[in-house]
T-cell receptor, first 110, second 116 residues
Framework: EDKVVQSPLSLVVHEGDTVTLNCSYE??????LLWYKQEKKAPTFLFML????IEKKSGRLSSILDKKELFSILNITATQTGDSAVYLC??????????FGKGTHLIIQP | DTEVTQTPKHLVMGMTNKKSLKCEQH?????MYWYKQKAKKPPELMFV???????INESVPSRFSPECPNSSLLNLHLHALQPEDSALYLC???????????????FGPGTRLTVL
């Protein structure tokens, strides 16, 4: 059975801190790993990773994939209160399209 | 444009009602998905249409009936729902050029469903 495990499940930090969110996976036929940010409504797409060791960057967010060790990290530097959200990791390649992790609930305190 | 639209935004229905949720995208995506999301849980896949054919049905009860009238539209027909079916229903689409369901999925804003 395909599995995606995110850690930590919740995290509270102060504005300006740097955070690292983790995602490990076991998928039969790995094709891609995606990160989404979900606030009150639908998940919004952040990154899609298919190759090991290549960092993807968007502003203060960056992500990298390690296909040998089967994990990915999402980094957020200089956090702001607007970064508070649930961050979902999803892996594509199993029979059902995407398999989602349970998410990391990130709270940024002013 | 990466927009997926869903209507209605909110829906309250009784257990004997029949209603439909609608989803639309004009990105030329060929795969469309229905997810159910309960509070503080990740989205759970319900159905996948690939090239307008139902390719995945995740053992969803028959009171949920999907329909894909064309490549841009996806409906979810609801009948005789239970209170535990109350949730956020999310539609997503992906390009799916290879038919392997591996492309990025873009989500609509969701329909918040309450069953009384």
């Amino acid at each position: 059975e395909d599995k995606v495990v995110q850690s930590p499940l919740s995290l509270v930090v102060h504005e300006g801190d740097t955070v690292t969110l983790n995602c490990s996976y076991e998928v039969t036929n790995f094709r891609s790993l995606l990160w989404y940010k979900q606030e009150k409504k639908a998940p919004t797409f952040l990154f899609m990773l298919t190759s090991s060791g290549i960092e993807k960057k968007s502003g203060r967010l960056s992500s990298i994939l390690d296909k040998k060790e089967l994990f990915s990290i999402l980094n957020i530097t200089a956090t702001q209160t607007g970064d508070s959200a649930v961050y979902l990791c999803a892996v594509g390649g199993g029979a059902d399209g995407l398999t989602f992790g349970k998410g990391t609930h990130l709270i940024i305190q002013p | 444009d990466t927009e997926v639209t869903q209507t209605p935004k909110h829906l309250v229905m009784g257990m004997t009602n029949k209603k439909s949720l609608k989803c639309e995208q004009h990105m030329g995506h060929r795969a469309m998905y229905w997810y159910k999301q309960k509070a503080k849980k990740p989205p759970e896949l319900m159905f996948v249409y690939s090239y307008e054919k139902l390719s995945i049905n995740e053992s969803v009860p028959s009171r949920f009936s999907p329909e894909c009238p064309n490549s841009s539209l996806l409906n979810l027909h609801l009948h005789a729902l239970q209170p535990e079916d109350s949730a956020l229903y999310l539609c997503a689409s992906s390009q799916d050029r290879t038919g392997a369901l591996t492309d990025t999925q873009y989500f609509g804003p969701g329909t918040r469903l309450t069953v009384l």
